[in-house]
Every structure is written in C-alpha cells, then in structure tokens.
C-alpha cells in the first residue's frame, strides 16, 4: 500500500504543491547564483556518531529525496524550484538547464531527475550529455579544504562541444558546499563551451562553505 501511494504521488505529485523558502545569494564566477535555502537550520552530536539535525523545509525533502528515496517529494521541490525561477527575468532567455554530473555512478541520479522536472515546469529544455566528466572524481565532501577540492578538479570536466556559444544557460545542482565544483565546472563552460550567461541554482547549500 505504502509502494503505491509513493508511486502515484511520484506520477501526480503529493498534497502539497510547494514550500516556504529563504534564498541565498551565491557569488561566484558565473553572472548570477542562489540556493532556495539553507540546507539545515542546526546539528548538534548526540554520541554514537549521531547527530541530533534540524532541517529548512526544503532542507528536509532533499535529505528524503536524497537517502531515502521519497519520490514522494520530487514534485514539491521542483514546484518549489519552478517557482523561483519564475520571478527571474533571465528565466525567459535560458536556452537550456545544465545539471553537475555525479561523482559517482549510480542507478538513480538525483541531479539530473530534479533537473529535468523543474525543466517541465519552466518549458526549459535539459541538456544531460552536454556537460560530462573528463575523469573519475572523489565525492567533495570527503576532501578536506578548499585547495584540495580546487586541485581535484582541475581538467575534471569537459563540454561536448560549442552549440551553447554565446547562449544562456542555467547551471543546476543539489547542494551547494564551497562552490569548487560550480566555479570549476563555469569555467569550463565559459572557456571551452563559449557560453554567453551563467545562472546557478542550487536546492540547498550548507551553513558554512568549508
């Protein structure tokens, strides 16, 4: 009973259609950046490696998106999504949404799901194979310091080739942590793609960027 309601409300979306939000701005290289919200309001470590964690609201359906396969959410964060870019001006020039390839390889991608349901709401097409890595990365979060991640990076990623020259794309991932991957990957963009305009979104970032 519990697969089904799941599943339909994966198809059709749940009772809610979005939540309350609190962007935040994210400089960068590229021309404009936000995250709908922070990612979590507090954690404090309650033993056994555990860790008592308060969620945004947003926050909360990506952690149950994220490791728990709540599909159940995906259409709430998306509208959510959808919504904000709505009241962009830049939203009506986008060409295409661009989402951060995974660092790992998996049967469910997240990056490129939510992308790609925020793309039907808006009427903005997703470009998947545009953006590929160029070699095998570790996930960001386990290197510790921004020169590492930075160095990690370097020749990581590579365009498919210059179609997107001069146009405006939107940058799409999941959570924003110190912005390594973002500034590598728009550079990567500006340089080898020729892109015009960069616009990133991120779901959530973290309360601090190291």
């Keep these: 009973m519990r697969f089904w309601k799941t599943f339909v409300n994966y198809l059709f979306g749940s009772e809610r259609d979005k939540v309350e939000i609190k962007p935040r701005e994210l400089k960068g290289n ?20 555990r860790f008592d964690t308060t969620y945004t609201d947003i926050g909360k359906l990506l952690h149950r998106l994220k490791y728990k396969s709540d599909y159940s959410v995906l259409d709430i964060i998306a509208n959510t999504a959808a919504d904000f870019l709505k009241g962009h001006d830049y939203t009506d ?13 998996r049967r469910y991608q997240l990056v490129p799901e939510i992308a790609m349901t925020v793309s039907k709401k808006i009427r903005v097409p997703v470009k998947t194979d545009y953006l590929m890595k160029a070699r095998v990365t570790p996930p960001m979060k386990i290197l510790e310091g921004k020169r590492k991640r930075s160095e990690s990076l370097k020749g990581a990623f590579k365009v498919k080739d210059e179609s997107l020259a001069q146009c405006s794309v939107l940058l799409f991932d999941d959570l924003y942590r110190s912005g390594e991957t973002l500034r590598e990957v728009t550079h990567v963009l500006r340089t080898q793609g020729q892109i015009r305009e960069i616009h990133v979104l991120t779901i959530t970032k973290t309360r601090t960027m190291r």
């Design 93 to 105: 020039d986008l060409t295409c949404i661009i989402p951060i390839p995974p660092s790992e390889l």
């Design 30 to 49: 590229w021309d404009t950046g936000w995250a709908l919200d922070l990612h979590t309001i507090s954690s404090r470590p309650i033993g056994d490696g």
